[in-house]
């Protein structure tokens, strides 16, 4: 089996940042990195000064006029990008919607049963999409499902705030609830009482 040589072959890498001789074209740029003055530098005494430092000297931007490089070792500075893409991911994860579906004249038992499971999925960290559902000619209670959608986002206070109030959209009137953020319990202050202390 051969061997790749991964230090001749990075081509994507060389495609997302041009380092050291790979830059070409350019008479000066901008500079910026650790342990040096950012500034303006001719090409070749940037060059001169990453090579010094034992590092790279790598373009991260390159339609700046004039062109933006970092003075940084290549491999440290596509982990710290890598590492920061990771967390942007994780920040963007998507938000799971839970549907709960009532019809209009929900019964208590029924009510109540669905309500937990709206209380678990927010605990979870999931929105829930409620709505009432209306066949042929139930639709003529739509004020009794406004009534419901209101008396569960009431229920939900606790867990949930209300991202839109109930809304007629063709056979189903919804209401959407987005998880309540758990807030930080404040830190309990103990008084001191020396004289209890000291006896």
């Known amino acids: 089996m051969a061997v790749v040589n991964r230090r001749h072959n990075p081509k994507e890498k060389e495609q997302e940042n041009r380092i050291n001789e790979q830059i070409r074209g350019i008479r000066e740029v901008r500079l910026v990195g650790e342990n040096i003055e950012p500034g303006v530098y001719s090409f070749s005494e940037a060059l001169r000064m990453a090579e010094d430092e034992g590092v790279d000297l790598i373009e991260i931007s390159p339609n700046a006029n004039p062109p933006v490089c970092r003075i940084a070792d ?4 596509l982990y710290q990008q890598k590492k920061r893409l990771k967390e942007q991911k994780q920040k ?10 009532f019809g209009p004249q929900t019964d208590d038992h029924d009510y109540n049963f669905k309500l937990k499971h709206a ?37 939900l206070e606790e867990f ?40």
């Open 160 to 199: 949930a705030k209300v991202d839109s109030l109930p809304q007629l959209e063709g056979k189903r009137m919804i209401i959407m609830l987005s998880p309540k953020k758990k807030e930080a319990k404040p830190k309990v202050v103990k008084k001191e009482e020396p004289a209890e202390g000291e006896k």
């Open 92 to 101: 963007a994860s998507k938000i799971v919607v839970k549907e709960i579906r």
């Open 119 to 155: 209380k678990s999925f927010l605990e979870e960290g999931s929105k829930v999409k409620a709505y009432v559902f209306f066949k042929g000619r139930s639709i003529l209670f739509k004020d009794q499902g406004e009534v419901l959608l209101l008396r569960f986002a009431n229920d």
């Open 74 to 77: 290549y491999q440290k500075f």
